[in-house]
């Protein structure tokens, strides 16, 4: 029987197995990543992650049966397994490492006019690889806190970041077409126009923070929303080839495109700061 990956929670036993030492009991055990959220595929790691009072390395005996790595980082333990052909990675965090990010997302104030707390590209990564948690034991305990939390802090966090860069960056397209320089144009409209794409679709709840999926952002986006536009013009922005000859309309178009995304991202913003 092939394990089909995207249901590993309904076989607990499998992820079970490598947590001995643990105490379940007061544990939080649940699998995120790119499977849960639907974008990974067949050669996708499982993502588990261990919310418990003792991340200690000393825990860590290995598994003669499977090969194992364990890397410890400044909030949490990292261990990879390989067992039966599939790729298991454990991420141990500890209770007041976990509290202590989500009350940091719930506590986000886009009301103010002043600097907005900064989370750390793992806190995010972390809080937005929880939106799509499956837990898989003491699930009553795992809904309970889900609930509680403010996932959709995450979309204007990231709306709130991409603007900072909105200005600086448009300033240096238009800088770099005044001298001419029209590679460096091209390119960075270009990345322009993922950061703007990424802003927009952030406001509709789409905030994974790796550039690799904006693709799948975008399509899911489309499946909700029905709106077609968006992916038929960053692909077209995205395809176009490099042309001295028409790369000032290029960047041109780019820029009104970009204009257009980011006032309708700072009016979902306004929004949610009159509310």
Not at 1 to 9: C, F, G, P, S
Not at 95 to 124: C, P, V
Not at 137 to 148: P, R, T
Not at 216 to 235: A, F, M, N, W
Request: with cysteine; hydrophobic share 35%; charged share 25%.
């Amino acid at each position: 029987m092939v394990l089909d990956k995207r249901n590993i929670e309904n076989h607990p036993h499998l992820i079970l197995q490598h947590l001995k030492g643990i105490d379940l009991d007061t544990s939080l055990v649940y699998i995120a990543g790119s499977l849960m959220e639907g974008f990974g595929n067949e050669t996708s790691d499982i993502d588990v992650y261990v919310i418990c009072k003792d991340i200690s390395t000393d825990r860590f005996r290995g598994d003669p049966s499977s090969e194992e790595l364990i890397l410890s980082t400044q909030q949490a333990i990292v261990r990879n397994i390989r067992h039966d052909g599939i790729r298991y990675d454990f991420e141990y965090w500890s209770w007041n490492e976990f509290n202590q990010m989500i009350a940091k997302l719930n506590g986000l104030d886009f009301k103010t006019e002043h600097y907005i707390q900064r989370l750390s590209e793992t806190e995010f990564d972390f809080l937005h690889r929880l939106k799509f948690g499956r837990p898989v034991i003491n699930k009553e305990k795992f809904e309970e806190i889900y609930k509680s939390i403010q996932f959709n802090n995450l979309g204007f966090y990231q709306i709130v970041i991409k603007s900072e860069f909105y200005a600086g960056m448009v300033e240096d397209v238009q800088g770099a077409l005044l001298s001419k320089d029209l590679g460096s144009a091209f390119f960075m409209a270009r990345m322009l126009i993922d950061t703007m794409v990424t802003s927009y679709l952030a406001a509709y709840g789409e905030t994974n923070p790796s550039s690799k999926w904006l693709y799948r952002k975008i399509i899911r986006y489309q499946e909700k929303t029905g709106d077609k536009i968006l992916l038929s013009k960053y692909l077209d922005f995205q395809t176009r080839p490099f042309d001295e000859t028409t790369v000032e309309r290029y960047t041109k178009e780019a820029l009104w495109f970009c204009q257009d995304l980011n006032v309708q991202v700072q009016t979902i913003l306004k929004k949610k700061q009159v509310s």
